[in-house]
């Protein structure tokens, strides 16, 4: 089975400064990945996702993530984080298409992130 | 959270009680999902459709039953039997058949929150 890791619980940034959150996955074949975001007492939004193609993706709100094959990475990045990026992150891997139609993703666990002025 | 919508925001629950959560999409989506989301966990699947009247099993299933007579519509009935059913609960849509298994992104409803009293 596919399986993504989230190795830290919380990551801790000054607004203005990158940030960083750190992804890794484990899969046969070819890794489709995916970076939601929670805000507290709401569902997940879709920030992006890699299927192919350039190890640079860009998604909402200013998140790139870039993906490293050798190092079977998916980090989650943002030149500049603000306060209100303040929230919880979900990295996710396809784990197996569904026959009829869908995917069913393998989640992480997570990681708080707190954006501090 | 656009074009899926969840109802009850919370809800509690008796011990020996069946519950249901609704969850609507106007996404014209052909594929749902409910998962179950506990602190330090990550999301679980619980159960998805792919289609109308058709429904699997997902990770967790026990305790938990669904329905899928129309398109728009994938109820969750948390039943007696669901031991530890406090939970936030989270429905996701995505194009399923509609859509190639490469681009396939789930999109997220707000969530209800399940408290078992």
Not at chain 1, 94 to 111: A, C, M, P, S, Y
Not at chain 2, 82 to 87: D, I, M, R, S, V
Request: hydrophobic residues 30%.
């Amino acid at each position: 089975a596919q399986s993504v890791a989230q190795p830290e619980d919380q990551v801790n940034v000054a607004e203005g400064n990158p940030l960083t959150v750190k992804c890794t996955y484990s899969v046969s074949g070819n890794p489709y990945l995916f970076w939601y975001v929670q805000y507290p007492n709401r569902g997940l939004q879709f920030l992006l996702k890699y299927i192919t193609g350039d190890n640079l993706v860009k998604g909402s709100y200013g998140f790139e993530a870039e993906f490293n094959k050798s190092q079977t990475s998916f980090h989650l990045k943002k030149p500049s984080a603000l306060v209100s990026d303040s929230a919880l992150y979900f990295c996710a891997v396809r784990d197996i298409v569904l026959t009829g139609g869908g995917n069913k993703l393998t989640f992480g666990t997570g990681t708080q992130l707190k954006v501090e002025l | 959270d656009g074009g899926i919508t969840q109802s009850p925001k919370y809800l509690f629950r008796k011990e020996g009680q069946n519950v249901t959560l609704s969850c609507e999409q106007n996404l014209n989506h052909d594929a749902m999902y409910w998962y179950r989301q506990d602190p330090g966990q990550g999301l679980r699947l619980i159960y998805y459709s792919q289609i109308v009247n058709d429904f699997q099993k997902g990770d967790i299933a026990e305790g938990y039953s669904v329905s899928r007579e129309k398109k728009e519509s994938f109820p969750l009935t948390v039943t007696s039997a669901q031991k530890n059913p406090t939970a936030f609960y989270l429905c996701a849509s995505s194009m399923g058949l509609a859509g190639l298994p490469s681009t396939d992104t789930q999109y997220f409803g707000p969530g209800t929150r399940l408290t078992v009293l």
